[in-house]
């Protein structure tokens, strides 16, 4: 098993570009959660599947942000436009078992 | 609103002794704890939970507590190692609420040989 795979691992971006984070899922794992991690808040759960259905995206920051999972395999998370506060790191993790969070590797996300 | 707190970002500790990593919490619906440790360029993984029917649990270097009344956890890491350097992030979860955690801002832990 690969675990969680998430890509790019870094991106560097200009204001005001879209940007497309990926993110594999464990094969079987029925949860999928987007979390940003930053110095001053720590990880913060953006959103969440069950199933790939979403749901609850009460932590997305703004419109700006939005999440897709088209299958049980694939999600990604979108900003557009992107901004310099949307630097962080962005990982994605995926459950079967409850609490039985498996996290991805992250991507790091520079704005400039 | 951060309803899980980690209210020191880091922590050096000599090899061999016991480190402390606590976390507070206000929201009283927890009642499941978690313990995640990254290393740089990776994920969390887990390392050691705790249910708010226990006040203990224990895995072989680490202990976690739990005192429900003060709304309070910790993590004892005994003896330490150089490897156990990493950030430590507390993560907290109420029943019904479909494994949603709620994790700290994490606390850095630095094992000097």
């Known amino acids: 098993d690969a675990g969680v795979i998430q890509s790019p691992r870094h991106e560097v971006t200009e204001m005001g570009q879209e940007v497309t984070l990926r993110c594999k899922p464990i094969?079987?794992?029925?949860?999928l959660f987007w979390y940003r991690q930053t110095m001053m808040r720590g990880l913060e759960l953006l959103i969440y599947?069950?199933?790939?259905?979403?749901?609850?995206d009460s932590g997305m920051p703004e419109d700006r942000f939005s999440a897709k999972m088209p299958n049980a395999s694939f999600s990604t998370l979108k900003i557009q436009p992107s901004e310099p506060r949307d630097s962080a790191v962005y990982f994605c993790?995926?459950?079967?078992?409850?609490?039985?969070?498996?996290f991805g590797s992250g991507t790091r996300l520079t704005v400039v | 609103d951060q309803q899980v707190k980690q209210n020191s970002p880091s922590l050096s500790v000599q090899e061999g002794r016991i480190s402390i990593l606590n976390c507070d919490y206000t929201?009283?619906?927890?009642?499941?704890f978690l313990w995640y440790k990254k290393y740089p360029a990776e994920g969390p993984t887990f390392l050691i939970s705790?249910?708010?029917?226990?006040d203990k649990n224990e895995d072989g270097r680490f202990t976690v507590f739990l005192n429900k009344s003060a709304k309070h956890l910790s993590l004892h890491i005994v003896p330490s190692q150089p490897g156990d350097s990493a950030v430590y992030f507390c993560?907290?979860?109420?029943?019904?609420?479909?494994?949603?955690?709620?994790f700290g801002s994490g606390t850095q832990l630095t094992v000097l040989p």
């Open positions: 993560a907290a979860s109420r029943s019904g609420s479909a494994r949603q955690l709620t």
């Open positions: 705790i249910s708010s029917i226990k």
């Open positions: 993790a995926s459950s079967q078992q409850i609490y039985g969070y498996t």
């Open positions: 929201n009283s619906m927890f009642d499941y």
């Open positions: 599947f069950n199933n790939n259905v979403p749901i609850d």
């Open positions: 094969s079987g794992h029925d949860y």
